[in-house]
């Protein structure tokens, strides 16, 4: 979450993540944009993303209502250099490995409860969570899902439901099954292209839960009509041999 809301003090602090990439990209102050800036002068407004001027332009940051952001996981733990505070302190490291760099202090030990579930690892330390998003803030990698979403996953639903539809019947089984996957890879590179390129969350379950579920039900009535029609035909046949 990219900033904390105190109630009782009125007032909106920033996450530790979010004031450092201030301060380095040359301490701008920050801009909300709400979905509709006279509901919420009324008090029924809705965050949607934060602006950061920077020497090269504005950082738009999406949000959700919570002002919560997607974190750009870049990998399991471990991604960032660690060095021991006591090495610090006591001046064990070599004089340039911190020069020009920017360093977090925090916790790594099971025992000072700072270990979080994230999707990319069970106990990640949350020091290297801030560093995640600090790096996603300052390379301009962070991930976001679109105000339209339910409509895009609605349109590709149905673009692919009605491909399927027209497909499946003009194919033998064995093709509708090499349609479905190539349906199910169509849905995978989009998503994948989308993730890449753009930075977008698009939910994928869907359209592969539909692709699934329609060359299930097509193989099952195929194979349903073709038993009664097996059926029809040895009704039809079997009088003539007894004649």
């Known amino acids: 979450m990219l900033f904390c809301w105190r109630r009782m003090m009125a007032k909106i602090y920033a996450a530790l993540s979010l004031v450092m990439a ?19 002068q009324s008090g029924m407004g809705a965050l949607e ?33 660690y060095h021991s505070a006591a090495d610090v302190l006591a001046g064990r490291l070599p004089a340039d490995s911190l020069r020009g760099r920017v360093v977090l202090l ?31 803030l300052l390379d301009g990698h962070m991930l976001h899902s679109p105000a339209d979403t339910p409509v895009l996953e609605a349109g590709l639903l149905l673009i692919v439901g009605i491909g399927l539809l027209l497909g499946f019947p003009r194919v033998s089984p064995h093709g509708a099954v090499a349609l479905a996957l190539l349906a199910l890879m169509l849905v ?30 097509h193989l099952f009535f195929g194979a349903y009509l073709e038993f009664r029609a ?7 046949v079997w009088p003539i041999r007894s004649a």
Do not use: K, Y
């Not at 090269?56 to 959700?64: F, K, Q, S």
């Open 22 to 40: 201030q301060l380095l990209l040359g301490n701008h102050g920050l801009q909300l944009r709400f979905a509709d800036r006279a509901r919420w």
């Open 230 to 236: 097996r059926r029809r035909l040895a009704g039809v």
């Open 106 to 136: 925090g916790t790594t030990a099971p025992g000072l409860l700072d270990l979080r579930v994230t999707p990319v690892g069970e106990a990640f330390p949350g020091v290297e969570v801030h560093a995640n998003l600090l790096a996603g």
């Open 49 to 81: 993303a934060i602006e950061l001027p920077t020497a090269r332009g504005v950082l738009r940051i999406a949000v959700d209502q919570q002002g919560a952001v997607l974190l750009p996981f870049r990998s399991a733990a471990g991604r960032f250099r």
């Open 188 to 217: 995978t590179s989009l998503n994948l292209v989308a993730w890449a390129v753009a930075h977008l969350v698009l939910p994928m379950a869907s359209g592969l839960v539909l692709v699934a579920a329609m060359l299930a039900l």
